[in-house]
């Protein structure tokens, strides 16, 4: 139950503020996150790491020497924005390029890949090393899909002091997939979280049961059994890890491993503790050495009541990387002279664009009915806001129509003052999609942010923009969503609206129909997939633990694309010449 | 809800046991709780805290450099006995004397004391400072009488800081006593915490509501609030603590402050930093700079949901203190140089006692009479153990009858061994005392302690006990237990029935009665004085919220002393010649 909190929709910028307050020894607030507040050796390589607020430690706690040096810091349960990514990197940056790592979650990989092809066109050398330690969600030889739990300490710390011991990027890249490649973790959970604000747990455990593999959103678990003593549970953590060598461990006799006992929230010290004593019993017995062993809250989940057990397999090159000193908010070890804190400020805001490209008479009057159909969006989202949260409550964390919300108004505020520059519908376009990934984060948020800049792209800003430069847009659109979502038709994602409605729209257009007509086909091709997501069941995560019960619901992307085709349509038959 | 366990009664020893497994770089295990791993200078004074467990980091997370050196850690809620106390204080022990530091609990100030008498009479200088920070647990000008709360790490770090600088025992000791002076704590609470293996909590918060000062065992509070807002909370917090400023401090304009937000367990981080947030600008509109503020789990109650603020008023002497580097398990800060961790290992018991001093036959004869008392005090307080504990629920922790068995099973074999050695009624009642007073551990543990080593004290092991000399043992008992437990007639505990117990035996024995017949009378006063216990309130310290509750139900204490006067007048009236 999160209890204390002001607006629910500040609770994660408030937290940041607190988090920065308490600690500006060690950390300083900069756009988007945090970075360390001592200063970093020039030509030291950014070891940059992030995700959703209510992970604490996770991850602005993990920031400081020896550790991170920045941490993306996105809304509860919501993966930063690209845009966030972007800029806490390049204040991160000291000259040796940057490492985004971070757990395996959708939205996650969208922005933090959306941040890396950007700073590698502005020329700094960036890489991505994604966490998938969490075994019970996926299966061996899909080892790629599995989730980032509390693995993700053993990857960023091993990363960290590959950089502070001034390794190249590319030996910090293949040092830190190495460790994720030796780590594995398994979790149990007895109980959800509330969000705050909330008046429901986001997934619950029937009481007295424990859920095996539950993933720390909700996603679906291996199997419930009844809550077991603290021997059992050591048992059965240690047991099924020991099960799972990685390649090049035959065998745990005689090996040595980092050993993470993470409580997930309102699993207690104490509790830890006694899990623990059965744990390094069991891993004594089976010849594991457990080396600086961390039992206590590491990547959390709100008021979860969980527990779950990370083995990091050590060989001589790791080792030393584990157990070199740091000295993070939440994560100290060994030691390390004091350091001066740099009393260089950052603004918190980037300066706003004042100038856009050279635009044709003919491309800002299109810019002018992309405005008015980007306030056709804001209403139409506004309208279905409640509705849009309910259907994606069933599958998802009912967020959905509060994302699309802040997302469109961002979007459409960031048209009009792009049209009060004089820009083209192209440039217009441009700007609406950054702004709306900014502003909403998670998935739907950079999906839309694509979708704007693919259309924004094929229209440019010189040309009278025709029929089939929005359809090429579109379908653009299509293949982009799909390449940054990793979905396919059939995922029950908005993949199986934007595909027909792509495809729709090219016919009619090849057929010569006129935009507003051709939109009108479009649209209703876009309605009628949506409706049939219904009968789909959500992909492995975004999916809860109660996914099979969203058969019979559509996707609230698929619903929200459609709601938003059609308001199309009426701008554009409005305009009908 | 604690989850995590095997069985309730190991709970503590195994989650030590644990703690010690996951943290040798830091701490040993020791007889009766932890000590440092790292070696301490020579002739350093040893700053030796404890308590009950269920609050970690609380105590044991607070042993290592900088910090405490060890830590006695008693059963869940229950304070460590004095023996623990005492083993512990003599691993630490540097040669340069000790000091004894805890939060003013009934039970911690009995143990903590009767270590303190011992280890002086043994030759090592010892001084007490209690912890009373927690200003919602009495009025100002009640100070003393006031619990102790998170503002424990302030006397604690100050102590220890004092320590690591040299200083000799008199100025840790007056350093450690001005901290308390200048440190006060007030908090709130959302909801009790359960204690493993209870089917419910031991004390409760309406949902919704918040508790005002309420203690961190569910000691009563002053007002009870809806639940408010983290700004609302924050200013709840800031403006109480400002309203009351301790000697010195005439205004918080231009003063420093160490500064805790302690979470009580399962208000989780991100809430904490909200709080933190508006806390901050508080202090800062207010004229207070904080120094190094600590936001976290610092003493927690296991699962409770409650937050408190502790201001740590600083001067130019006890700043330095706070600000000093330290290095344990929970609490780290500053630069301490890389130390070795000492090899020394210590017995996990002491050597059992093997020689008894002579006694006379008439003695040893007495000893088989107290050996058959201590036997009948056995199995009557089996018998009644769940009706004690059913009593003791309603005004304290339900846990007197599983305290009382402890503790009298232990007292019966300590006696059965001593009998095996010889020992006359005088030694035989003494090593009775200590072996009740170390396992049963808490607050009745003590005083039954005190009692059989009065009464053993009296009969000697040469003479052959009459029944004045049984008479003169109980009246000391009394009068050792008023002083002990701070208790006096009317306070609604075992001194309500001892003070007239010893009152009726004196008048009996006077009269010229027979021991038998006049401790007939005397069981008979205890029995109405215990049942009197029922139209009294318990004090403050070991009342709970609901104490008036307990108007109508006598006291547990009183209870039982009054059914094992009872269940001795049976063995005295068997013997009777």
Redesign the interface.
């Given at each position: 139950?999160?209890?204390?909190?002001?607006t629910p929709a500040a609770?994660?910028d408030?937290?940041?503020?607190?988090?920065v307050?308490?600690h500006r020894r060690w950390v300083r607030r900069v756009p988007g996150g945090v970075v360390r507040a001592t200063p970093t050796a020039p030509g030291q390589v950014a070891v940059v790491i992030g995700g959703g607020?209510?992970h604490?430690?996770a991850f602005s706690?993990l920031v400081g020497r020896g550790l991170a040096h920045g941490a993306a810091v996105g809304n509860v349960f919501a993966s930063p924005s690209a845009q966030q990514v972007h800029q806490v990197a390049k204040a991160a940056h000291s000259g040796g390029g940057v490492l985004l790592t971070f757990g395996n979650y959708a939205g996650d990989v969208l922005h933090f890949g959306q941040a890396e092809e950007r700073l590698n066109a502005e020329g700094i050398d960036c890489r991505t090393v994604v966490v998938t330690d969490d075994i019970s969600s996926a299966a061996p030889e899909e080892s790629a899909k599995r989730r980032g739990v509390a693995g993700d300490l053993a990857v960023f710390k091993t990363a960290a002091a590959a950089a502070e011991a001034g390794l190249p990027l590319d030996e910090v890249v293949r040092l830190a997939r190495l460790a994720n490649a030796r780590t594995r973790s398994f979790g149990v959970a007895?109980?959800g979280c509330t969000l705050p604000g909330a008046d429901a747990p986001l997934f619950t455990v029937p009481e007295g049961r424990m859920a095996v593999g539950l993933g720390i959103h909700g996603e679906p678990g291996l199997s419930e059994a009844a809550?077991p003593?603290?021997?059992e549970?050591a048992e059965l953590l240690v047991s099924t890890l020991l099960a799972e060598l990685p390649e090049g461990v035959d065998t745990p006799r005689g090996r040595r491993a980092g050993v993470i006992?993470n409580g997930l929230?309102?699993?207690?010290?104490?509790?830890?503790?006694?899990?623990?004593?059965?744990v390094?019993q069991l891993l004594d017995e089976a010849g594991v050495e457990a080396v600086d062993?961390?039992?206590g809250?590491l990547v959390?989940s709100?008021?979860m009541?969980g527990?779950s057990l990370t083995l990091f397999w050590l060989d001589e090159e790791l080792e030393p990387l584990w157990t070199a000193p740091a000295d993070a908010p939440a994560y100290?070890k060994?030691?390390?002279?004091?350091a001066s804190v740099s009393s260089e400020g950052f603004a918190e805001e980037q300066p706003e664009q004042t100038t856009v490209p050279e635009a044709s008479e003919e491309s800002r009057a299109a810019a002018r009915t992309a405005l008015d159909a980007l306030a056709a969006v804001v209403r139409t989202i506004d309208e279905h806001a409640d509705e849009l949260g309910r259907i994606d409550a069933v599958a998802g964390d009912g967020d959905h129509g509060i994302g699309m919300r802040r997302g469109s108004e961002a979007a459409y505020e960031a048209g009009r003052r792009a049209q009060g520059l004089g820009a083209g519908a192209g440039t217009l376009l441009c700007h609406a999609a950054d702004a709306w990934a900014d502003r909403a984060g998670g998935t739907s948020g950079a999906l839309w942010g694509v979708i704007l800049r693919q259309v924004g792209t094929a229209l440019g800003d010189t040309e009278r923009p025709d029929a089939a430069a929005v359809s090429r847009g579109v379908t653009a659109a299509a293949d982009g969503v799909m390449r940054l979502g990793k979905a396919e038709v059939g995922d029950k994602t908005m993949v199986d609206v934007l595909v027909p409605l792509a495809g729709a729209l090219g016919e009619a257009v090849a057929e010569g129909r006129p935009l507003a007509a051709a939109w009108d086909a479009a649209a209703t091709a876009a309605e009628a997939a949506a409706k049939a997501t219904a009968e789909l069941l959500p992909r492995l995560g975004r999916a809860r633990p109660h996914a099979e019960k969203s058969l019979g619901t559509p996707d609230a992307g698929a619903v929200s694309l459609a709601l938003i085709a059609r308001a199309v349509h009426g701008v554009l038959a409005a305009k009908n010449d």
């Open positions: 139950m999160t209890r204390l909190f002001n609770f994660a408030e937290a940041l503020e607190g988090f307050a308490a607020s209510g604490y430690p706690g007895f109980s809550v003593t603290a021997d549970a006992l929230g309102s699993v207690k010290y104490e509790e830890l503790f006694v899990v623990y004593r059965r390094a062993p961390e039992v809250e959390t709100f008021d009541a527990v100290r060994g030691a390390l002279e004091p």
